[in-house]
T-cell receptor
Framework: DAGVIQSPRHEVTEMGQEVTLRCKPISGHDYLFWYRQTMMRGLELLIYFNNNVPIDDSGMPEDRFSAKMPNASFSTLKIQPSEPRDSAVYFC?????????????FGPGTRLLVL | DQQVKQNSPSLSVQEGRISILNCDYTNSMFDYFLWYKKYPAEGPTFLISISSIKDKNEDGRFTVFLNKSAKHLSLHIVPSQPGDSAVYFCAASRGGSQGNLIFGKGTKLSVKP
């Protein structure tokens, strides 16, 4: 298996632009997580899905952030409009029950820079 | 407010010696703890975990110790190898929270040959 696939790997954009990050989880996994890593806050959970349904989005910072999972093999994280403080590395991870906690496999991340 | 704290941003150890990475937590409801390892330009990978019903779990060179009364856990790597150089994240979960992991900020370990 190719593992969790994220695209793009790097994104540079200007403040106010829309940014869309993409994730393809590992086939057969029924959980999908979006994390953000910054120097100040470390690794934070933004939102996670189970069977394509959002379960907990309490980590989503603002209404500018939205995430969707239209099917079991694809998810997006969108920031509109983007701001410089959104600059971070965004990770997607997937997992499967019942070993959800031990089996979170992370993608390589998308490094976002908002100018 | 950080519920999982790794107070040492970095640690440097000589090859062959023991590396001890520390983690403190504040939420007494946490009942499962994990360590992840992260190399540059890669996502974190699961390393070892421990349930709150145990105080020690060992896997090869890696051992995690849990002190519930002190709300403290530590990861021991013996012997340390240059390939262990990475950022180590401590994470915790509350029972019934499904996959919701709370991570610390990480400790960068450098193992010098």
């Amino acid at each position: 298996d190719a593992g969790v696939i994220q695209s793009p790997r790097h994104e540079v954009t200007e403040m106010g632009q829309e940014v869309t990050l993409r994730c393809k989880p590992i086939s057969g996994h029924d959980y999908l997580f979006w994390y953000r890593q910054t120097m100040m806050r470390g690794l934070e959970l933004l939102i996670y899905f189970n069977n394509n349904v959002p379960i907990d989005d309490s980590g989503m910072p603002e209404d500018r952030f939205s995430a969707k999972m239209p099917n079991a093999s694809f998810s997006t994280l969108k920031i509109q409009p983007s701001e410089p403080r959104d600059s971070a590395v965004y990770f997607c991870a997937s997992s499967f029950a019942p070993q959800v906690l031990k089996t979170q496999y992370f993608g390589p991340g998308t490094r976002l820079l908002v100018l | 407010d950080q519920q999982v704290k790794q107070n040492s941003p970095s640690l440097s150890v000589q090859e062959g010696r023991i590396s001890i990475l520390n983690c403190d937590y504040t939420n007494s409801m946490f009942d499962y703890f994990l360590w992840y390892k992260k190399y540059p330009a890669e996502g974190p990978t699961f390393l070892i975990s421990i349930s709150s019903i145990k105080d020690k779990n060992e896997d090869g060179r890696f051992t995690v110790f849990l002190n519930k009364s002190a709300k403290h856990l530590s990861l021991h790597i013996v012997p340390s190898q240059p390939g262990d150089s990475a950022v180590y994240f401590c994470a915790a979960s509350r029972g019934g929270s499904q996959g919701n992991l709370i991570f610390g900020k990480g400790t960068k370990l450098s193992v010098k040959p």
